[in-house]
């Protein structure tokens, strides 16, 4: 459904979004689709072809698949669709003779409306930068640097420099997102701390051409990345992957404290990691410390953070770009919601409230979890000294590492802003299980209707109450309640039939984001309780049940 604009204006735009990486874009695609006025200030005229964040999971491609973009997405693959984009951990060397797949997300695609995909993450912003020029709300300064963010009582205010002329000009807004990345000059400005869990590690990453590395790894048909894993890592990795088809390559790994590009042999190093040795020409060196960072907060007073700016970890297991364009989903609709009148400013809080719970149980539950799993494996077993044992603990790994993929279920459990009746410890998470079932705080999986077409595509804008045989006055008290409370709802009713039967429910109110904010089996509900819930989700009220 359209959304009405924000009846009120606030200067130059409504919402001030620092940065246009992939989160801010996808912030501002998100508020423009919803009619909200945003003003994007990014640094650089065009996406850096640095090739990072490449794995974008299901859930991401369902963001996309909302903002109109997942087939242009698909089309910037630069890898040709029927060769797979599957992962593989190898153990000692990459062409030695033990490995298993690794983070396979095929395992979990029942679960969502679209496919995964991977492509770097130049070519992902390109997809966004185009799709937020085609809406009137959203306008971008691209080549602009922000100098100072600040603000007051009804507002924030950005000075910004151009980088080309000098020319500064001051932009002013309700609110203000910084989506400027691990240094973030909004959160030190708006006063938001970390908390920084340091490894003591040096990591360079190489961008390099070899079509003799394509050939070496024919061996392994349908695998885009590779990890390298070796006693003397100490669990960290050497990390291959593809950035195109048989050509151009990045590599992750430790190095010693002090190396440079110009005193260390890059090239050796990748040929003892593979293995083999193979032609190389390098097309950039940097480096990076491996840390994680977590924001202690993501909001100060009308300025938020989001993205690397509120959570940035190591590149492992393509965790950071789309847990940041979770970020701007949820983020996205709570701020329409309160410039729409529809929400309340505490509707505002639950996305701290949700979202930094979740990606602290991504560090602690996930990244450095296998760090640590991988490490204590190279020191319990030895492929020299014992290789039965050996192998059937990699069997087992192999294993744990499909478990993964079926327990990182991002989930908002314990959210202020999800009905949970009878539940006390509820608790928001990275950790969960894949489900049909719709339960309260967890992603909807998608069904066919009985009548034909997907409920995914005939989720709203807003809310959305989802009606299986539900009872005609549990319809009824739905809408009226949204009516007096001036909430956007929309209500699909159906027969609990075929697919829609596996939600178990009879009554399920999704939210914009497509998380659940309350569910039930009883057909049935009064007028008082269907009120209840509706100011529970969109944040009127803050009671629990």
Not at 111 to 117: C, F, H, L
Not at 357 to 369: G, L, Q, R
Request: with cysteine; glycine share 10%.
């Amino acid at each position: 459904m359209h959304l009405n604009p924000a009846t009120a204006s606030h200067g130059d735009a409504d919402v001030l979004i620092i940065g246009g990486g992939p989160v801010g874009m996808g912030l501002a695609i998100e508020l423009g689709q919803r009619g909200v006025r945003c003003l994007v200030i990014e640094r650089y005229l065009q996406p850096q072809p640095i090739p990072k964040g490449q794995n974008l999971t299901q859930r991401t491609m369902e963001h996309f698949h909302c903002w109109g973009a997942e087939q242009q997405l698909r089309a910037a693959r630069t890898i040709p669709p029927e060769y797979g984009i599957g992962g593989l951990t190898a153990y000692g060397t990459l062409l030695g003779p033990h490995s298993h797949d690794w983070l396979q997300r095929d395992l979990v695609k029942q679960y969502y409306y679209t496919a995964n995909e991977r492509l770097p993450q130049y070519a992902t912003e390109a997809v966004l930068r185009a799709r937020a020029g085609e809406l009137a709300a959203v306008q971008t300064l691209y080549g602009w640097d922000t100098i100072a963010v600040n603000q007051d009582g009804t507002g924030v205010t950005a000075m910004i420099t151009e980088r080309s002329s000098g020319a500064e000009r001051v932009v002013r807004a309700a609110y203000l997102v910084g989506c400027d990345g691990a240094r973030s000059r909004v959160r030190e400005q708006a006063g938001l701390t970390q908390t920084l869990t340091a490894h003591d590690r040096l990591m360079v990453l190489l961008v390099f051409r070899s079509p003799g590395l394509h050939e070496l790894l024919k061996r392994y048909p349908g695998k885009s990345y590779y990890n390298v894993l070796q006693p003397a890592l100490q669990g960290y990795w050497k990390f291959f992957g593809r950035v195109d088809l048989g050509n151009t390559w990045f590599f992750h790994a430790p190095v010693p404290a002090g190396t440079n590009a110009d005193n260390f042999d890059f090239r050796a190093y990748l040929h003892e990691a593979v293995g083999a040795e193979f032609d190389v020409e390098f097309e950039h060196i940097g480096f990076w410390d491996l840390r994680f960072a977590l924001a202690d907060s993501y909001r100060a007073g009308r300025m938020f953070i989001a993205g690397d700016a509120a959570h940035s970890h190591p590149p492992y297991g393509g965790y950071g770009v789309n847990s940041g364009l979770e970020d701007a989903r949820n983020l996205g609709w709570k701020l329409a919601a309160v410039l729409q009148h529809w929400g309340s400013e505490a509707l505002l809080d639950s996305y701290d409230a949700e979202r930094r719970p979740v990606f602290k149980s991504t560090i602690d539950d996930f990244i450095a979890k296998a760090i640590e799993n991988d490490r204590t494996f190279l020191d319990t077993f030895d492929a020299e000294r014992d290789p039965l044992q050996f192998a059937q603990a990699l069997q087992a790994r192999a294993q744990g590492a499909v478990g993964e993929v079926q327990a990182f279920e991002p989930n908002y459990e314990g959210s202020p802003v999800v009905w949970q009746a009878g539940t006390t410890h509820a608790v928001c998470s990275a950790k969960g299980s894949h489900r049909f079932e719709a339960r309260a705080g967890h992603h909807l999986a998608p069904a066919l209707l009985g009548t034909g077409g997907n409920v995914y595509t005939a989720l709203a804008a807003c809310f959305t109450l989802l009606a299986f045989g539900a009872d005609a006055d549990a319809v009824r008290a739905f809408r009226e309640a949204a009516s007096a409370l001036q909430l956007p709802l929309t209500v699909i009713e159906a027969d609990a039939e075929g697919e829609v039967a596996r939600y178990e429910a009879s009554l399920v109110l999704v939210r914009p984001d497509h998380f659940v904010a309350w569910s039930s089996r009883e057909p049935q509900i009064a007028a008082n309780q269907a009120a209840d819930i509706l100011a529970l989700a969109s944040g009127i009220t803050q009671r629990r049940q």
